[in-house]
Nanobody, 118 residues
Framework: QVQLVESGGGLAQPGGSLRLSCAAS????????MSWARQAPGKGLEWVSY????????NYADAVKGRFTISRDNYRDTLYLQMNDLKPEDTGLYYC???????????RGQGTQVTVTS
């Protein structure tokens, strides 16, 4: 079955960086669009970014554009999110998503917590 295991979250200071990873299995990763979504404390799920199967297409939410970079390694079946210039409002649980339907819980991993605070 589909398995998505996120890692790399943690505590960061404003202006700092973190790199999230997502190890995927149970489907043909190299043929699949992938996304990142996040959920801030007390708020709803929010789409962050997506990447096409061959990495030719990427898109970002306005809130993270210019600071976050999505990438993937189709040989390692791994998705990444490089997060730079972190802000307190980036705090939340970050989910790796198979495809674009980030609201579907069966398409998401368990998440990795990112906390940005001074």
């Amino acid at each position: 079955q589909v398995q998505l295991v996120e890692s790399g979250g943690g505590l960061a200071q404003p202006g700092g960086s973190l790199r999230l990873s997502c190890a995927a299995s149970g489907f043909v990763f190299g043929d699949t669009y992938m996304s990142w979504a996040r959920q801030a404390p007390g708020k709803g799920l929010e789409w962050v970014s997506y990447i096409g199967a061959a990495s030719a297409i990427t898109n970002y939410a306005d809130a993270v554009k210019g600071r976050f970079t999505i990438s993937r390694d189709n040989y390692r079946d791994t998705l990444y999110l490089q997060m730079n210039d972190l802000k307190p409002e980036d705090t939340g649980l970050y989910y790796c998503v198979k495809g674009l339907k980030f609201m579907d819980p069966t398409s998401r991993g368990q998440g990795t917590q990112v906390t940005v605070t001074s």
